[in-house]
T-cell receptor, first 113, second 114 residues
Framework: AQSVTQPDIHITVSEGASLELRCNYS??????LFWYVQSPGQGLQLLLK??????LVQGIKGFEAEFKRSQSSFNLRKPSVHWSDAAEYFC???????????FGAGTTVTVRA | GAGVSQSPRYKVAKRGQDVALRCDPI?????LFWYQQALGQGPEFLTY????????KSGLPSDRFFAERPEGSVSTLKIQRTQQEDSAVYLC????????????FGQGTRLTVV
């Protein structure tokens, strides 16, 4: 069975500083990996996804993520955060021959001025 | 429509009441999913439709939960005799199908059972 671990429950970062959110997954084959963002009272917005190919993927809002098979990781990064990046971030894993997504518990990002 | 639309956005139900949550998927999307997100947790899979066929309901927590999509478009998630542990955000997602697990999510319905 596939599973996702997001080790950091809460991260606080200063505006303009860099951000990295960790995600580790457990899956037998090559996974489909996703990062979603959820602002308060909102649904999930897809930031980026990895299916195959280049292991460094670019997403919306200036985010990027790197797939590292050897570490079973798919960490999300942003070089310079904006106050509007304060939200909850979810990593999810799926499979090419499946339809379900398994989500991590999420990381809450607080941005201080 | 432009995105997945869910209604109502908020629902307060007294314990024991029945509730119905509606999902309007993106037009033309074959696949439809329901997820349940408890407070402070990630979403968890409830059920999956391909057109009008419910192909997987393994995530439904009890027989009080029932989902339908009779014409292969709009879907309704019904919860009978609600209990406090049913309080959560219920997210609907849709996709074209055949593209792996990628899906587009609605804003969710926050259900509070008092």
């Amino acid at each position: 069975a596939q599973s996702v671990t997001q080790p950091d429950i809460h991260i606080t970062v200063s505006e303009g500083a860099s951000l990295e959110l960790r995600c580790n997954y457990s899956y037998g084959a090559t996974p489909y990996l996703f990062w979603y963002v959820q602002s308060p009272g909102q649904g999930l917005q897809l930031l980026l996804k990895y299916f195959s190919g280049d292991t460094l993927v670019q997403g919306i809002k200036g985010f990027e993520a790197e797939f590292k098979r050897s570490q079973s990781s798919f960490n999300l990064r942003k070089p310079s955060v904006h106050w509007s990046d304060a939200a909850e971030y979810f990593c999810a894993v799926g499979a090419s021959d499946d339809y379900k997504l398994s989500f991590g518990a999420g990381t809450t990002v607080t941005v201080r001025a | 429509g432009a995105g997945v639309s869910q209604s109502p956005r908020y629902k307060v139900a007294k314990r024991g009441q029945d509730v119905a949550l509606r999902c309007d998927p993106i037009s033309g999307h074959v696949s439809l999913f329901w997820y349940q997100q408890a407070l402070g947790q990630g979403p968890e899979f409830l059920t999956y439709f391909q057109n009008e066929a419910q192909l997987d309901k393994s995530g439904l927590p009890s027989d009080r939960f029932f989902a339908e999509r009779p014409e292969g478009s709009v879907s309704t998630l019904k919860i009978q005799r609600t209990q406090q542990e049913d309080s959560a955000v219920y997210l609907c997602a849709s996709s074209l199908g055949g593209q792996g697990p990628e899906a587009f999510f609605g804003q969710g319905t926050r259900l509070t059972v008092v």
